[in-house]
């Protein structure tokens, strides 16, 4: 089992930007087939924000996020990265990272359901203010 922390979270003043971070630990990046981060807003369902394959090499993105989010990972690091910019009140969510598993399925599959990754963060909170 892989474990996951999260950090880089904060308060930011809308437009402003952060960049979140992903430490993995536990089990190597070469079982998995790639990560995501997802993010949940009081009173909302969690909702698919990026992912990323193992090697890097496909990204997928939210509509709500396309232009203004870009993940990346460092696999000597085991950590995946999200830089959020031109941040807006509704990105305000707690953020949350998670692995994706090799279950011989293409990666474009169900990317965006929570049900494709087995182990997750606790989370790190992102408050963008107006």
């Known amino acids: 089992q892989v474990q996951l922390v999260e950090s880089g979270g904060g308060l930011v003043q809308a437009g402003g930007s952060l960049r979140l971070s992903c430490a993995a630990s536990g089990r190597t990046f070469t079982s998995s087939t790639g990560m995501a981060w997802f993010r949940q807003a009081p009173g909302k369902e969690r909702e698919f924000v990026a992912t990323i394959t193992w090697t890097g090499d496909r990204t997928y993105y939210a509509d709500s996020v396309k232009g203004r989010f870009t993940i990346s990972r460092d696999n000597p690091k085991n950590t995946v990265y999200l830089q959020m910019n031109s941040l807006k009140p509704e990105d305000t969510a707690v953020y949350y990272c998670?692995?994706?598993?090799?279950?011989?399925?293409?990666?474009?599959?169900?990317?965006?359901?929570?049900?494709?990754?087995?182990?997750w963060g606790r989370g790190t909170q992102v408050t963008v203010s107006s």
């Open positions: 998670a692995n994706r598993p090799f279950r011989g399925l293409p990666f474009g599959y169900n990317y965006y359901s929570d049900l494709s990754y087995d182990a």
